[in-house]
């Protein structure tokens, strides 16, 4: 064996710690960067929730690749709106504030009283049931349209279940089709 293989052979290892380091070191940052949004946003909320005189507790969560941020109390029914157009909208400003504040765009996700995960199981039982229907028929099938939060959740459903979907339409009429297999 000659030395150079031998030196091959030390410096391999030293080079996977390196990159281990770095990569460490990058989702970590990543961690500290989705923890400062989320400490941001509830901020922003709580001061918002003072403005309005409601009670509602926060709760930050770093949620795979976003910051999430739930509120829960009483009665904050009227935060939520009929179909969670309230939410979506708040959302959306406690995503600016972050944007005011980092300088970058959050994906941050706000849940108020827990109605995006009861609708989160409800679009994974119609995304379910959808498959079941196009597996049956052959045929696709074409979904009510949906806000970019539900249209999400239904993508990622068919997609666990082995199918592919796609958006089609215009805002506020985008909607998701389930394409057989």
Do not use: N, W
Request: hydrophobic share 35%.
């Amino acid at each position: 064996m000659s030395d150079e293989s031998v030196t091959e052979t030390v410096d391999a290892p030293e080079e996977t710690v390196e990159t281990e380091t770095v990569e460490s070191e990058r989702s970590g940052s990543r961690l500290e960067q989705l923890e400062q949004e989320g400490d941001i946003a509830a901020d922003y909320l709580e001061e918002l929730l003072d403005i309005a005189d409601l009670d509602g507790d926060l709760d930050m969560d770093v949620d795979g690749d976003r910051a999430a941020v739930s509120i829960v109390g009483a009665d904050l029914s009227q935060l939520v709106g009929d179909r969670g157009e309230v939410l979506e909208a708040l959302q959306e400003l406690t995503r600016l504030a972050v944007y005011r504040e980092t300088g970058e765009r959050s994906r941050l996700m706000l849940d108020i009283s827990g109605f995006r995960a009861r609708k989160r199981e409800e679009l994974e039982r119609l995304a379910e049931e959808s498959v079941a229907t196009v597996k049956e028929t052959g045929e696709p099938l074409s979904l009510s349209p949906m806000t970019p939060f539900e249209r999400k959740v239904v993508h990622d459903a068919v997609a666990a279940a082995g199918l592919t979907s796609e958006s089609e339409g215009v805002e506020p009429r985008r909607h998701v089709v389930v394409l057989p297999g």
